[in-house]
């Protein structure tokens, strides 16, 4: 790639570093990709696909596969730390999770196209909002132009602080978890502190259900039946001490390395729930959100990306067990075929979600050769 156009890449990234925007907000950080499209030869853009989502497209207009590309456009809400001077300028916002990256890699790629465009085929490049609270893929899944389209294969990567830099890391099936979060709602009735028999305090309720939770764990990554279970919010009562507790809530993320799986666990940690509740004499409700499916790596696409890899003279590393983290590409991988694969961005880079995490500029170029190498193998 000429220097110019990675020098350009580079200020892209930074610029969209230094504007971070959350899920379902990212209209300046879609306007950026718009703007950095709208002088390249031989695309068509669409925008707002699935809300702020922006859906490029180079069509040859001959017999071939249909690729798609994805990357994000959303930051998350986090404080960034450190004194880079293209720092996030927005109060508790920052792309900590390399999102600025991915979305400058595919620009990248969209800038290789217009210079190489495919001589048959078509190839689509989806920069994708709200990825972080897993809305963003099934948004673009429904949306009428995205519907009307099919894709012979899908593909996505995500960096991988800890791996060597430009190391690609594939895996055959489930590359990550199916991931859901459950809010177990518990209400009683309130009484006065000092008569608590009076009223329907739900805390052994609490208790019972947080030690019932052990027996569906297995958190040993290297099992199919792999099982994680994590309580992040335990809510009760009230801070008024004249008041016997007569609500609570129970917030847990749920994961297991297949979607059956996880379909599993929320069974049964509803059917817990339920009966200690009953037990109590409370009454139960429960609220699912930020639901991931697993991804699901096709054999046939992990094989293509490791050969591009090795047409692009980058490093292969086979992962063993599945990453444990949820993203939202599952759903297009449920519905297509395709991969997501890793790309180290060193072992010495903080990780993913840390408040001093910076997508390194150095991985750009490698990111845009596994991809550009990829178009080149599948579209002969």
Known sequence: MKNPVLDQLIQLRRQIHQHPEISGEEVNTAAAVVAFFKDLKHSHIETKVGGTGVLVTFDSGKPGKSLLFRAELDGL??????????????EGKGHQCGHDGH???????????????????????????????GEGAKAV????????????????????????????????????????????????????AAEPEKGLNPSLAVAEILNGLETFQNNNPELADFRLI????????????????????????????????????????????????TKHHLIFDHEFLAHFYANENDQSCVDAVRNA??????????????????EDFGIMTTEFKGCMFGLGSGEDQPALHNPDYDFPDELIPKGIAIFTSLIKNQLK
């Open 77 to 90: 809400p986090i404080q960034e730390e450190g004194d880079l001077h293209y720092k996030s300028v927005y």
């Open 103 to 133: 979305l400058t890699i595919l620009a990248g790629v969209g800038a290789w196209l217009s210079e190489n465009p495919p001589k048959r085929g078509k190839v689509h490049l989806i920069f994708q909002p709200a990825e972080e609270n």
């Open 141 to 192: 899944m429904k949306d009428e132009r995205f519907k009307g389209l099919k894709f012979d294969e899908v593909y996505a990567l995500h960096n991988l602080p800890g791996y060597p830099l430009g190391q690609i890391v594939v895996k055959e099936n489930s590359f990550t978890a199916a991931v859901n979060s459950i809010i177990i709602k518990i209400k009683g009735k309130t009484s006065h």
């Open 230 to 277: 994590t309580p992040v919010y335990v809510t009760m009562g009230s801070q008024d001490y004249g008041i016997s507790a007569g609500d609570a809530e129970i917030h847990l993320t749920l994961r297991s390395w297949t979607n059956e799986g996880l379909a599993e666990l929320e069974r049964n940690v509803i059917q817990l729930a339920k009966e200690v509740c």
């Open 309 to 326: 890899a090795e047409s692009a003279a980058l490093d292969i590393l086979e992962q063993s067990f599945p990453f444990k983290w949820g």
